[in-house]
């Protein structure tokens, strides 16, 4: 109650509005749905009972036996995500996904299967038409490589029992396309990629049929090769696995959104500049926007250096501040030649302005449904900094109002003291070495358009002297990151700061007074920390 009067009063005065703003919040429900341990036995208990209605559905020998093997492989598959996924097992949704899509693997063998039982399909061509790599693809698109290789070993297995006889083959050449399908995916970053993968698995399924004689070629007499049909099959085993992967191409965006997953491909497409927040800060506030692009270039290059999510750094550096389209006029990088508001300001007051952006970027992105980790990175890049220039500025009007004070005989209580944490962000601190590194690169490259002559000694020293602030404030408390780390992240960035800031060539100079003293960046003056591998 007390809050709300106090809320009103400030609206009252102007220092606040009326609006509620939005927020990103997970409903209590959603968070007890994937933790609960009752709905992770329900996902088994489903899963068991499909692939149980699968085992038993048609005509084919010891089917309670073939179900109870299943059931002990699914005891294993349970025990073997609990020990090498345990975050997939503990998150009811990935659980779900997992079996899911192995769900529709075994389906999709099981009715081919069928088909090749009622003569509708040749066993000529049926081994061959089997989606070998469709789970292997999805998981390790979306999940990883190591649930790649899960979902390649145990739909292998459940899809041997559903045979009417295990056929050893058959479960070499399963797991075989399955892991080709999990290698050539580990760097997806673009649909197309997933069409070659197919083709790289289309190949796999044709040489292993061929070693095993599934396709019949003679060497030593070609003229009885049935050269139709070995072209037909071969067709047939490029075309199963090109179409698998454009199945899967197809059903990424569907189970991004349906399971709250993010893959090189969605931050690739995200990041797209056309974005309606994108153009309007390219338009609104193009200062900020170029200040984002460069950040965005050296926050993932930076990434990659240390196998960090590259993509999604270079994305939710194009976002981090979109908060600044409110008020574009008071950030320098917008602003023209002599004109500054903060003239008209007192330093708190500024401070407010300058801070206010990241709520403002928070509204922004929730009002467009920007992405739960952009919004993370937009609240947490700045973590609880100080707004230095103004906090001394503020020192400055208060060491000023002193002097002024003894003349006039006032008591040094009746000046207004200087509270550090009013020129504070309000945070989070960064929490994950993703966002971590934008804040260092949103840093890094503010300070270094104060460099007039940016030499590789020049911008090696402020990257340096960046980072041991920073680490000095505490901001890099809450993140994962290492010091080894941290100083191939200063290598990245001066190596890229170079490549920005390249020296151009000098023109004769008409007027001398050039001032050869190196600037400062705007970071508090600390000791400098070498930061050294630990």
Request: with cysteine; net charge negative.
């Amino acid at each position: 109650m007390l809050s709300l009067f106090r809320k009103y009063r400030l609206v009252r005065q102007g220092y606040a509005c009326e609006k509620t703003r939005r927020t990103a919040q997970e409903s209590e429900f959603k968070r007890m749905l994937e933790e609960s341990s009752e709905v992770k036995w329900v996902l088994l208990l489903v899963f068991a009972a499909g692939l149980a209605t699968l085992i038993f559905w048609g005509a084919q020998p010891n089917q309670a036996q073939r179900c109870l093997l299943g059931l002990l492989i699914l005891v294993t598959a349970a025990a073997q995500l609990w020990v090498s996924l345990p975050q997939t097992f503990a998150d009811n949704s990935r659980l779900a996904l997992v079996f899911g899509v192995l769900l529709m693997h075994l389906t999709a063998v099981k009715v081919i299967l069928e088909l090749m039982e009622a003569g509708t399909i040749s066993f000529v061509f049926g081994p061959l038409m089997l989606p070998y790599a469709f789970a292997p693809l999805i998981l390790s698109t979306l999940l990883g490589r190591n649930h790649g290789l899960f979902a390649s070993v145990f739909a292998s297995l459940w899809a041997s029992i559903l045979l009417r006889n295990i056929d050893p083959i058959q479960l070499v050449m399963s797991l075989i396309s399955g892991f080709v399908a999990v290698f050539v995916t580990l760097q997806v970053r673009a649909r197309v990629q997933l069409v070659k993968a197919g083709c790289y698995v289309g190949l796999a399924v044709w040489l292993l049929a061929l070693c095993f004689q599934l396709i019949e070629i003679y060497p030593s007499n070609l003229s009885d090769t049935p050269w139709k049909l070995v072209l037909q099959q071969t067709a047939l085993s490029f075309g199963v696995a090109i179409g698998c992967a454009i199945v899967v191409s197809g059903t990424l965006p569907l189970l991004e959104s349906a399971f709250d997953i993010t893959t090189a491909i969605f931050w690739r497409e995200k990041g797209d500049l056309n974005h309606p927040l994108l153009k309007r800060l390219s338009t609104e506030a193009p200062g900020t926007y170029f200040h984002s692009i460069q950040v965005g270039q050296l926050a993932s290059e930076a990434a990659e250096a240390i196998q960090a999510d590259a993509d999604f750094c270079h994305t939710a550096a194009l976002f981090h501040d979109i908060g600044k389209l409110v008020k574009p006029e008071y950030f320098v990088e917008n602003q023209a030649e002599g004109e500054n508001p903060h003239e008209h300001l007192t330093p708190s007051m500024s401070a407010l302005i300058i801070m206010a952006h990241v709520k403002e970027g928070v509204n922004l992105a929730v009002e467009y449904k920007l992405n739960r980790q952009i919004i993370d990175v937009i609240q947490q890049h700045h973590g609880n900094s100080v707004v230095w220039y103004f906090y001394q500025r503020a020192l400055g009007m208060k060491d000023e109002a002193l002097r002024q004070g003894k003349i006039a005989n006032l008591r040094e209580e009746d000046v207004p003291d200087v509270e550090e944490s009013t020129f504070r962000y309000p945070g989070p601190l960064p929490q994950t070495k993703e966002a971590a590194i934008i804040s260092l690169a949103d840093s890094v490259e503010s300070a270094s358009r104060s460099l007039e002559k940016p030499t590789p000694q020049r911008i090696e020293e402020l990257v340096e002297r960046i980072l041991s602030s920073r680490i000095e404030d505490g901001q890099l408390d809450d993140c994962d990151l290492s010091f080894k780390e941290l100083r191939t992240i200063a290598e990245s960035f001066t190596a890229t700061l170079q490549s920005m800031l390249h020296r151009r060539i000098k023109y004769p100079k008409v007027e001398k007074g050039d001032d050869d003293d190196e600037d400062q960046p705007p970071t508090p003056k600390t000791d400098r920390i070498k930061i050294r591998a630990a």
